[in-house]
């Protein structure tokens, strides 16, 4: 028996939804079809955590966990701004 290489398959969990739509915005940018299959908690409550997973298409699978690599050490790469350092440009 055959699997079905379009068949949804979870690339990576998150504990936020946002982190989970920044990747799939990347995967996207990359031409890598993706979507959040939704965050859930395991208690039902609004106020409980939540998970988000990022689902690609079986057949994208390796070049999406490549892209997520990338994605991730690009994110480590740059350096946090601290707003005591920032500077601001005159709105005059």
Avoid: C
């Avoid at 939804?17 to 990359?30: H, K, N, V």
């Avoid at 908690?41 to 298409?57: E, F, K, L, M």
């Amino acid at each position: 028996m055959n699997s079905d290489p379009h068949r949804p398959v979870v690339l990576s969990d998150f504990l936020t939804e946002m982190e989970a739509r920044l990747l799939i915005g990347f995967l996207e940018a990359q031409g890598i079809k993706a979507f959040n299959s939704g965050a859930g908690g395991a208690t039902g409550w609004p106020d409980a955590a939540a998970y988000a997973q990022v689902v690609v298409r079986e057949v994208d699978l390796e070049v999406a966990k490549a892209a997520m690599q990338q994605w991730l050490e690009d994110a480590q790469d740059e350096p946090d701004e601290d707003p005591e350092n920032m500077e601001f440009e005159d709105q005059e």
